[in-house]
Structures are given as C-alpha cells and as structure tokens.
C-alpha cells in the first residue's frame, strides 16, 4: 500500500510525536502541559472569594499574619488557630503580599501546587521511561478529576499533593535513577516541609520500605540503598521541621495558651486526630467505594487494562513500577485505617498511580477500549450541561430555587457549557476520544470558573448576606446615641460598633476598666508580675465574648495600620521590642482592650472620639 493510502495520523498522535526527544520537543510538552493546566485549574483566577468551609478561615489568617507580622503561631482574630501548621499560610500570606490581592492571593499557592506537580511527574517519566511516556502520564494525570479540582480550591491539601510529589522525586531520582545524593536529601527535606504543612506529610518516606525489600531480594537498581545518605536525609528533613517548630516550641515555653496551643497541635490534631477521630467517621472501606472509583476518573478507569501489564512489569522485576504501586497502597491502607477520612486525604496518591500507569498509557491512550471510554466521559459531560440547561428550562420553580439559593439562572451556562462540551465530542469524536475528553472537561471547567463562579459569589462567600446583615444593624442601631459615637472611633464600622454597643449594653453597669476587660477575655495584668504597663504581655483568656474580642482585633488591625493616631500608638509600645517572639499580635490585643475601654468611655460620656482618649 502507497503512503497516500495509509490512514492519516490522529490528533493524538501528531501531539504525542513518538520517538522525537529534542530538547524542542520537551520545551513544546512543558509549554501544552502548563497551558492545559492553566485552563483546567486557573480558570476564574480571581474572578471570587474565599468559600466556605474553610476558605474563608484560610484567608483571614494569612491575612492576621501580613497585618500583625507575626508568622510564627497561626491565629484567627487574636485567637490561636492550633488545627494546622503554619507552612500553608505563609504561602497564602506571601502570595497575597506579592499581588496585593485577596482574590489572586489566596488560590494562586493552590494553582502553583498543580502545575509544579504536573511538571514534577512529567520530569520524572521522561529521565526514566521517554518523553512521549512523561507526556502522556502527565497529560492523563491532568484530566484526572480529583487532582484538577482540588487545584481550583484554596485548601492545604493541594500544596501537600505538591511537596509529597517532590519528595517522591527527590528519593526516586537517587534510588532508581540515580546515584543522586543531591536529590535524596532535597526529597527528605520536602517531607519536612510536608509536616509543617500538614501533619501527614512524611509519608513519601514509606516508599523507602518496599525499596530496600525489593533491591534485598535482588530486583534491579542503581544504588542498594540510602547508604551513608540516611543521615544527611534525617537532618535536612529535621531542618525543615526545626524552620517552624523550634522557634515555636521557645515561644510557647512561656506556658498559658501558647503551652495550651503548642500541646495542641502536637498531639490532638496529629495523634488523636488520626487514632480517635472525632468527626468524618467512615468505614474502613470508603476510600475503595466512595471515593476513588469517582473522583480517580478516568485514570482509575483504566485498571482493567492495566492490571495484566502491572502483572508483567512485577515478574520482569520492573523496580521504579512496584514501587510506585507499594507506595499508592500504603497510603491508602494509611489513610482506611483511620476512622476520620475525607476524600482530599489520598490526593498524594494520584500522582504516583499516574506514574505507575504511564509506561503504558502512550499504547492506551491509542488503545480502541480507552479511547471509548474517554469519549463516553466526554458525551457524558456534554450530556449532563445540556440535561440540566433543559430542566431548569422546563421547571421555571426549580431554576428560581437556584437563583434565590446560589445567585445565578442555571440556564445561560448550562446551555454554554453543554455546546462548548459538544464542540469537541462532535470534532475529535472516538479516534481521538483522550482529547475530546480534554476538550469536554476544559468547557465545563472553564464555563464554572468564568460564568458561575463570578455570579455566584455573593451568595456563596456571604458578602450579599453580610450586606444584608450591615443594613439591618444599621437600621437597628441607629436608633441608638451611643452608636454614632462608637462609629466615630478610628477602625469600628457599622458591624463591629454593633457588636460593642450589644456587649457593653448599658455603660453605667461596670464599675471599673478591668470589669470591662473581663467581659471580651482580655486580661492585660496576667502575665505583668509588677512590670510596667509599657512591658506588660497582654493576655487572653478566652472566657469572655468571642464575638467581641474578634471584632475589636480586627478594629485594632485595621486602625494599627491604616490611621494616623493609632499607628503612631502601636510603634510607640513596640520601640525596642520589635525582637520579641509575637509582639505585634500581642500589642494589638492590647490596642484592641484600649478601644473597648475608649468605647466604654465615649457611651458613658455621649462623646465623639477625641485622640486624646488614646494616651488616657
């Protein structure tokens, strides 16, 4: 047969250029690879707010760090925030502080997890397999549902994805590709930075146990084992640790709710959070039932085609796959054998089973039963906007309870999603089914992130309920003398003069300022011990209205940084303690009791505020 009559060559094809391995080649792969994953995972960049559940807190405590400069001890308004490691705000912090936007900051430490590990996995492959094996492994990595959507979120659990796939990269390339001592202890030491993340994040260490069984029963690698590089790993990896938790184990000596905090997070969010969970209970077996067989899609669909491959690879002694596939086990045995479990726990896992299917996924990626599958997920796709444009369309209630629940008329990006989404199912159709697949993930993506995300954001970060809550305070309190005093104090606006005039109700029923202090958990004599006020530590003791100790942080933070009279307060009682551990958090509690001592006193008074009330 002539050349004229062979069949042209698919679009997937010509993309993944088998046996071309230029250095243009790869420049080309990291150029798609990062454009896909741009539109996957930064679609609607910017375009919201932080969302609930734990967006919101997320963010406000990135914030409290650029505000009160301390980033030592994580805190939400003054309060200590002891759920998590601080290693995740201060990337949110440092990105908010380098766009100088809440919108753009809080997301993009999420969006450069994603790419970073899509960019890691392809690297990997390439020095182990081929390029056309990286590409294609990342390629399917980034069309795997769990990994792009946990991208688009503001949550720790995509920069953990991130820091446990370097870590894997670091071991693997000395183990398995090496000798790379270089690498080894940067892989330690991303674990490192792991735990400061989250708790879990040494686990890209497991993979060193069925490494050193598999090479001690004579499967095949270029070292035998970490060798003499065991301790160097062990101290970058304590090194990254000690970045965080020996500064905070020396501030939390102090005892009270440092000591309360540092316990804390060492042993009830670590220990007793993964041996006797207290919420998120599931049976052993959710992971395997709930869980992957869905968000795992479509990598996991591609088991059945898979397994006998893997089977082959394990009795040929194929080193690099066995333990990637031990190593996905073992997390996910890690993860089942703790009663709490939430779906994000074993996202670490999904780059590694990517890795381990890519050596044959070029094959399946051109495979007829793979291609099928990809492109039933693509109509699926298409079909479910298209169902829902028509439903909404059909049932006027259904669609109002939309718009009155979320703020947006499901219709318009239903109906825009659905024709994107066929747009590619109708022109790549079967033979290319991987890329209509791609295709159909990027419309739907793409159509939330720019046409539902923007109208939905009032309704789903709170502002148009806090809009709403501010006008009927405002209403209310208006009908009140002392609320137009307290406005007038530099920092208080309507919701936080609200809230005092509501805590402190009639002025006259305190009889001095440390009755009044008790009433927000604000105790500046505690930790004084016959110093001065200048060098007195202020204290929370945290019995006192949570709601007013927050929002007069929050005055503080704002009237600290932003007005002349209180700034120029605030650097008058940090002059020659800028050194100490936490004192700007602290000199702003202390700011926050002075403007609940002023507050008291302008009701008392039916005063405006004067700055003289600040040296008082």
């Given at each position: 047969m002539s050349d004229a009559g062979a069949a042209a060559p698919s679009l997937l094809e010509r993309w993944l250029r088998p046996g071309r391995a230029s250095t243009r080649d790869v420049l080309l792969d990291v150029a798609g690879l990062v454009a896909l994953a741009v539109l996957l995972m930064g679609a609607g960049f910017g375009l919201r707010d932080p969302w609930p559940a734990d967006e919101p807190r997320f963010a406000l405590i990135a914030q409290d760090m650029l505000r009160s400069g301390d980033w030592l001890i994580p805190r939400v308004g003054g309060d200590l925030y002891a759920d998590k490691p601080p290693f995740y705000f201060w990337l949110m912090a440092s990105a908010m502080a380098l766009t100088g936007s809440l919108r753009l900051?809080?997301?993009?430490?999420?969006?450069?997890?994603?790419?970073?590990?899509?960019?890691?996995?392809?690297?990997?492959?390439?020095?182990?397999?081929?390029?056309?094996?990286?590409?294609?492994?990342?390629?399917?990595?980034?069309?795997?549902?769990?990994?792009?959507?946990?991208?688009?979120?503001?949550?720790?659990?995509?920069?953990?994805?991130?820091?446990?796939?370097?870590?894997?990269?670091?071991?693997?390339?000395?183990?398995?590709?090496?000798?790379?001592?270089?690498?080894?202890?940067t892989g330690w030491a991303a674990a490192g930075l792991g735990v400061i993340t989250k708790g879990v994040g040494f686990l890209p260490l497991l993979v060193l146990l069925p490494f050193v069984v598999l090479t001690r029963r004579g499967w095949p690698a270029p070292v035998t084992g970490p060798g003499g590089l065991w301790l160097p790993g062990a101290?970058?990896?304590?090194?990254?640790?000690?970045?965080?938790?020996?500064?905070?184990?020396?501030?939390?000596?102090?005892?009270?709710?440092?000591?309360?905090?540092?316990?804390?997070?060492?042993?009830?969010?670590?220990?007793t959070r993964y041996a006797g969970a207290w919420h998120h209970h599931e049976p052993p077996w959710h992971y395997l039932t709930h869980v992957i067989p869905v968000l795992w899609l479509p990598l996991i669909a591609l088991v059945p085609w898979l397994w006998p491959r893997w089977r082959a690879a394990l009795r040929d002694r194929d080193t690099l796959v066995a333990v990637l596939l031990a190593w996905v086990v073992l997390v996910i045995v890690f993860f089942s054998a703790?009663?709490?479990?939430?779906?994000?726990?074993?996202?670490?896992?999904?780059?590694a089973l990517a890795m381990a299917a890519a050596?044959?996924?070029?094959?399946?990626?051109?495979?007829?039963?793979?291609?099928?599958?990809?492109?039933?997920?693509?109509?699926?796709?298409?079909?479910?906007?298209?169902?829902?444009?028509?439903?909404?369309?059909?049932?006027?209630?259904?669609?109002?309870?939309?718009?009155?629940?979320?703020?947006?008329?499901?219709?318009?990006?239903?109906?825009?999603?659905?024709?994107?989404?066929?747009?590619?199912?109708?022109?790549?159709?079967?033979?290319?089914?991987?890329?209509?697949?791609?295709?159909?993930?990027?419309?739907?993506?793409?159509?939330?992130?720019?046409?539902?995300?923007?109208?939905?954001?009032?309704?789903?970060?709170?502002?148009?309920?806090?809009?709403?809550?501010?006008?009927?305070?405002?209403?209310?309190?208006?009908?009140?003398?002392?609320?137009?005093?307290?406005?007038?104090?530099p920092g208080f606006g309507p919701y936080v003069s609200a809230v005092t005039l509501s805590a402190i109700g009639n002025p006259d029923r305190f009889e001095n300022r440390s009755q009044l202090l008790?009433?927000?958990?604000?105790?500046?004599?505690?930790?004084?011990?016959?110093?001065?006020?200048?060098?007195?530590?202020?204290?929370?003791?945290?019995?006192?209205?949570?709601?007013?100790?927050?929002?007069?942080?929050?005055?503080?933070?704002v009237a600290s940084s932003l007005t002349r009279h209180f700034r120029a307060y605030y650097n008058r009682l940090l002059d020659g303690r800028q050194r100490e551990q936490g004192i700007r958090t602290k000199m702003r509690v202390k700011i926050a009791a002075k403007m609940l001592v002023i507050a008291w006193t302008l009701m008392k008074r039916k005063e405006f505020f004067n700055p003289a009330y600040i040296q008082a």
């Open positions: 900051g809080f997301l993009l430490p999420s969006l450069l997890a994603g790419v970073g590990t899509v960019l890691l996995v392809y690297d990997l492959l390439r020095r182990a397999r081929s390029r056309e094996v990286a590409l294609a492994g990342a390629f399917v990595l980034l069309v795997t549902f769990q990994f792009t959507w946990q991208a688009r979120q503001a949550q720790i659990d995509g920069v953990l994805c991130f820091l446990t796939t370097l870590s894997l990269y670091g071991l693997l390339r000395h183990l398995l590709l090496g000798p790379a001592p270089g690498w080894f202890v101290a970058a990896m304590l090194f990254a640790i000690g970045l965080w938790f020996v500064p905070m184990m020396l501030a939390t000596a102090a005892g009270g709710e440092l000591l309360a905090y540092r316990n804390e997070i060492l042993f009830e969010q670590t220990v703790s009663s709490g479990k939430r779906g994000v726990y074993v996202l670490p896992a999904v780059p050596p044959w996924l070029p094959e399946l990626l051109r495979a007829r039963g793979p291609r099928r599958l990809a492109f039933g997920l693509a109509v699926l796709l298409a079909s479910l906007a298209a169902l829902g444009a028509a439903y909404f369309a059909l049932d006027a209630r259904a669609a109002e309870r939309v718009v009155r629940d979320y703020g947006v008329h499901p219709v318009p990006p239903l109906a825009v999603a659905a024709i994107a989404a066929a747009i590619p199912v109708v022109w790549l159709r079967v033979r290319d089914g991987w890329l209509a697949y791609a295709g159909a993930l990027v419309a739907v993506l793409v159509t939330i992130g720019t046409l539902i995300y923007p109208q939905m954001d009032e309704m789903r970060s709170g502002r148009a309920f806090m809009a709403r809550v501010e006008q009927a305070i405002q209403e209310l309190a208006s009908s009140f003398a002392e609320y137009e005093y307290l406005k007038s104090i008790r009433l927000a958990g604000f105790d500046l004599s505690a930790s004084r011990s016959g110093e001065k006020s200048k060098s007195a530590v202020p204290v929370i003791s945290k019995k006192g209205k949570a709601d007013l100790r927050y929002a007069l942080y929050q005055a503080a933070l």
